[in-house]
């Protein structure tokens, strides 16, 4: 650590001399930078004495203020020809791990409004992504050793999640591919640990059992792979600093080095593909939740449930029903159609099947036939009624039949979409190229359809025979 800076409790002296032999590459760097001539790069301008003391001013007393970001913002797309001096400085100032957290996020707010403006007309502007493409890994993983400092949980919780809309928003801008931004991410959220250090201490935290395979791949391949990887994904991924030890020889070290970073990668991926399907049942269960309650309560919801004209206060008297003129035969034609067993009482011995057509040797019954029979039907209207009830039922029964298989088919294409998607989760888990989990979906999914008709047709065959 620099000076008399307190250092984190848990590190040990092994993570001590990593810092210091971490902070004096970056002198070494600083000094190397100094006596480059740099001037035929785009953006390799060197900075004079007094804009190099105006740009120490501005990172020295930026706030998290718009008007303070915007000026820090200005002066350093003013000066994109100088951008790679620029670059190294703020990556400098945001890696120092006794600099207080308010401050970093206001030094990384002004790196995000330099992203967000490289697209611009400035000469050289687009040297600035360049430059922090290659250098955010590092500072986004001295941010978390920064956060480790902090004694108050709450600060720690909140920067954390300013951190993590921050990455939204870069991944709303297209700055940089998905994959990088996630690593940035887990440097953050996760942190990096030392899985030998945990290991001696009896912690299998970081090794669960689903990233064994990995593991054992990653330690078979040559150290030069794991560095593209980790480039790849937004970690550290430069081991120039690294020397071999008494246990390790320098590949079997930065093996190690590489694997603790592609380590915190994988976690967080895992955790956030486990709150995905985590989300994706909640929502399921949620759905058919409602869909069940709605055609419970789809009888009491206040509407009219017969399809009928409706029975006057006057008409439910308790007296018998006058069956002499045709208007009172269809009222109690209705009244038969939504209430048979009421109906019923009113006619003594003849129920209400007997108005509706049905045979029954009741006197009361075969008054009731002749009366609404096509013979002694005087009132063509009535024909009318009967032809109409009849279509309103075979609509009634169309549209109920059309509703069953409108709900079946949802139900299939949900259960089809939880396989495929208890499928993706699978195959991301073992590392599979996305497009290659695409089409292995699109496969599943093509066949579960297939076998879903298959069987469809095999129960119109059986019905039609």
């Known amino acids: 650590?620099?000076?008399?800076?307190?250092?984190?409790?848990?590190?040990?002296?092994?993570?001590?001399?990593?810092?210091?032999?971490?902070?004096?590459?970056?002198?070494?760097?600083?000094?190397?930078?100094?006596?480059?001539?740099?001037?035929?790069?785009?953006?390799?301008?060197?900075?004079?004495?007094?804009?190099?003391?105006?740009?120490?001013?501005?990172?020295?007393?930026?706030?998290?203020?718009?008007?303070?970001?915007?000026?820090?913002?200005?002066?350093?797309?003013?000066?994109?020809?100088?951008?790679?001096?620029?670059?190294?400085?703020?990556?400098?100032?945001?890696?120092?791990?006794?600099?207080?957290?308010?401050?970093?996020?206001a030094r990384l707010l002004v790196v995000s409004d330099i992203l967000h403006n490289t697209t611009s007309s400035r000469q050289a502007a687009w040297t600035y992504r360049r430059e922090f493409e290659k250098s955010l890994p590092d500072i986004f993983e001295q941010f978390e050793i920064g956060l480790q400092r902090s004694e108050s949980k709450l600060q720690v919780a909140q920067t954390k999640e300013q951190i993590v809309r921050l990455l939204k928003v870069w991944e709303d801008w297209g700055l940089f591919a998905p994959q990088y931004l996630r690593g940035l991410e887990a440097a953050v959220i996760i942190g990096v640990r030392r899985l030998r250090l945990l290991s001696s201490k009896g912690d299998l935290s970081r090794e669960p059992s689903w990233l064994e395979p990995k593991l054992v791949d990653w330690r078979r391949q040559h150290f030069s792979q794991l560095e593209k990887m980790c480039r790849t994904r937004g970690l550290r991924c430069s081991t120039g600093h690294l020397e071999p030890t008494k246990v390790l020889s320098l590949e079997e070290a930065r093996k190690e080095w590489l694997i603790d970073r592609l380590v915190t990668y994988e976690l967080l991926a895992y955790e956030k593909e486990q709150a995905r399907l985590q989300q994706a049942k909640e929502d399921a269960a949620n759905k058919l939740s409602r869909r069940k309650s709605k055609y419970a309560m789809e009888d009491i919801d206040g509407e009219d449930c017969g399809d009928g004209f409706p029975m006057d206060e006057a008409e439910l008297d308790g007296e018998p029903i006058d069956l002499s003129t045709?208007?009172?035969?269809?009222?109690?034609?209705?009244?038969?159609?939504?209430?048979?067993?009421?109906?019923?009482?009113?006619?003594?011995?003849?129920?209400?099947?007997?108005?509706?057509?049905?045979?029954?040797?009741?006197?009361?019954?075969?008054?009731?036939?002749?009366?609404?029979?096509?013979?002694?039907?005087?009132?063509?209207?009535?024909?009318?009624?009967?032809?109409?009830?009849?279509?309103?039922?075979?609509?009634?029964?169309?549209?109920?039949?059309?509703?069953?298989?409108?709900?079946?088919?949802?139900?299939?294409?949900?259960?089809?979409?939880?396989?495929?998607?208890?499928?993706?989760?699978?195959?991301?888990l073992k590392g599979v190229h996305r497009d290659a989990i695409q089409d292995a979906c699109n496969k599943k999914r093509k066949e579960m359809m297939k076998e879903h008709q298959a069987k469809s047709d095999g129960k119109k065959a059986v019905l039609q025979s």
Not at 58 to 75: C, D, G, H, Q, Y
Request: aromatic share 4%; proline share 3%.
């Open 1 to 105: 650590a620099r000076g008399n800076a307190v250092l984190p409790a848990h590190w040990t002296q092994e993570d001590i001399d990593e810092e210091r032999e971490r902070q004096r590459l970056e002198e070494r760097a600083t000094q190397e930078r100094q006596k480059r001539d740099r001037r035929s790069v785009a953006g390799g301008k060197r900075l004079s004495d007094e804009d190099w003391s105006l740009l120490e001013q501005l990172l020295r007393n930026v706030s998290s203020t718009r008007a303070s970001i915007m000026e820090t913002m200005v002066f350093c797309l003013d000066k994109s020809e100088w951008a790679m001096e620029i670059a190294e400085t703020i990556t400098e100032s945001l890696t120092i791990a006794e600099t207080e957290i308010p401050l970093k996020v």
């Open 326 to 428: 045709p208007g009172d035969i269809y009222n109690a034609v209705e009244l038969a159609k939504q209430a048979p067993e009421a109906f019923a009482s009113y006619l003594g011995t003849a129920g209400a099947g007997a108005v509706l057509g049905v045979v029954n040797h009741s006197p009361s019954a075969e008054e009731v036939l002749r009366v609404i029979s096509p013979e002694a039907a005087d009132d063509k209207e009535m024909l009318d009624v009967h032809q109409s009830s009849a279509n309103e039922a075979d609509e009634t029964e169309a549209s109920q039949t059309e509703a069953k298989s409108s709900e079946a088919r949802n139900n299939l294409l949900r259960d089809i979409e939880l396989e495929v998607m208890e499928l993706r989760a699978s195959l991301e």
